[in-house]
């Protein structure tokens, strides 16, 4: 399994960034796929995750600013991050493990390697 993340950036506050997870040595279009950063002091939190139904989940301090999407062809998910803030400065980590109902961990499922997202003016 290999997940790569592409696309963070040094970016000013309200800001945009795209985020992507290229995906490969499973079968993509059955799995939960999802984004997530560490919270200093905190430890993992979920950013946002999408079922292979279509169906979203965001964490709510990205909750209107974030969108997921995913192409089951091209083996792919993506995060347009929008209006962004200094406090979303952090690694943003691609990983084929969500659950709305657990927390994200990192020896579940298989993750990237993580992209950094920088916020500042």
């Known amino acids: 399994v290999h997940l790569v993340e592409s696309g963070g950036g040094l970016v000013q506050p309200g800001g945009s960034l795209r985020l992507s997870c290229a995906a490969s040595g499973f079968p993509f279009g059955n799995y939960a796929m999802a984004w997530a950063r560490q919270v200093p002091g905190k430890g993992l939190e979920w950013v946002s995750g999408?079922?292979?139904?279509?169906?979203?989940y965001y964490g709510d301090s990205v909750k209107g600013r974030f969108t997921i999407s995913r192409d089951n062809a091209k083996n792919t998910v993506y995060l347009q991050m929008n209006s962004l803030k200094t406090e979303d400065t952090d690694v943003y980590y691609c990983?084929?493990?969500?659950?709305?109902?657990?927390?994200?961990?990192?020896?579940?499922?298989?993750w990237g390697r993580g992209t950094q997202v920088t916020v500042a003016s």
């Open positions: 990983t084929n493990s969500f659950s709305s109902r657990a927390g994200p961990r990192i020896d579940v499922g298989s």
């Open positions: 999408i079922y292979s139904d279509g169906r979203t």
